[in-house]
C-alpha cells in the first residue's frame, strides 16, 4: 500500500502528515476546507505524487487499497474543518472501508471518532506538538509572537511536548498497526523543558492526571527543543 488520502491537508498536524508521506515514497490526496493552498505548501513543492482537492469537489470516494489519515487533533476552538466532519457520510457511501488512522488531541473524550468495526483502525492520542506553523491558540505560539501573560488564553496539553514531524513520522510508522496507542515525550517534563527556552517567568500549569490510552510509544526528539522553537520562531518572522 502506498496510497494515502489526508484530510485536514493544510492544517498543523495534516500537513506535516503529507510531507512526511511525500518523503516517505506514498502516493497522496490531499483534502481540505480551502479552494487554494497556502503559502507553506511551497514547503513540499511540486511533486507528481501529490494530488490536492478542494473539499467541495472532492468525489469522498475511499478505495480500499489506501489509507485514510484523520488529523482530528487539528480540530480546536473554531477551527473545524469541513472535510472532517464529512467522514461519517463518506464510510456510510462506501460498501468496502480502507485502513483509518485517526489522531486525536490527549484532552479529547476518551471516545473514538470512528467506531470500530466499520474498518481496520489505528488511533493516536497526542500531547502538545509544537515547530513550525505551530497554531496561536497554543502557547508557544503566543509568547514568540510576543503576547503578555495577561493575554494568554491557551490549549496546550503539558503531560508532553512532541516536535510535530516527529510526531508526524511516529504516526506514519505505526499506522497498520490496528490498535490505539498514546504517543508520549522521552522526557516526562518535555513540555516544561519546551517552555524553559522561551520564558521564565510563568508558572507551569498544574497537569491533568490521566491514564494514557492504549499502548505507549515514545517519541525519540530528532532535534533540541532550542533548535525546533527557533525554526518555529523564523517561520513567525515571516508571517
Not at 169 to 191: F, P, R, V
Amino acid at each position: 500500500m502506498n496510497h494515502a488520502i489526508v484530510l485536514a491537508a493544510q492544517q498543523y498536524l495534516g500537513f506535516e502528515l503529507c510531507s512526511a508521506l511525500l518523503e516517505k515514497g506514498w502516493t497522496v490526496t490531499a483534502v481540505d476546507d480551502d479552494r487554494e493552498t497556502k503559502d507553506k505548501w511551497m514547503e513540499i513543492g511540486r511533486n507528481a505524487n501529490l494530488q490536492y482537492v478542494p473539499a467541495h469537489a472532492w468525489n469522498k470516494e475511499l478505495p480500499v487499497d489506501c489509507r485514510l489519515f484523520l488529523p482530528f487533533y487539528d480540530q480546536f476552538n473554531e477551527n473545524k474543518p469541513i472535510c472532517l466532519s464529512l467522514i461519517e457520510q463518506c464510510l456510510d457511501q462506501n460498501e468496502e472501508y480502507p485502513e483509518i488512522v485517526q489522531i486525536l488531541s490527549n484532552k479529547t473524550e476518551r471516545s473514538q471518532i470512528i467506531a470500530a468495526g466499520k474498518a481496520d483502525i489505528t488511533t493516536f492520542y497526542l500531547p502538545t506538538l509544537y515547530g513550525a506553523h505551530q497554531p496561536d491558540h497554543f502557547l508557544f505560539s503566543q509568547l514568540l509572537q510576543g503576547k503578555k501573560e495577561e493575554e494568554l488564553h491557551y490549549s496546550d496539553d503539558p503531560s508532553g511536548a512532541i516536535y510535530v514531524k516527529d510526531a508526524a513520522n511516529y504516526i506514519i510508522k505505526h499506522s497498520a498497526d490496528h490498535g490505539t496507542y498514546s504517543l508520549k515525550s522521552l522526557s516526562k517534563n518535555s513540555w516544561e523543558e519546551a517552555l524553559s527556552y522561551i520564558t521564565q517567568e510563568l508558572t507551569t500549569p498544574v497537569i491533568q492526571e490521566r491514564s494514557p490510552e492504549g499502548e505507549l510509544i515514545t517519541v525519540h526528539p530528532s532535534k533540541s527543543h532550542d533548535a525546533i522553537l527557533k525554526e518555529q520562531k523564523h517561520i513567525l518572522s515571516f508571517l
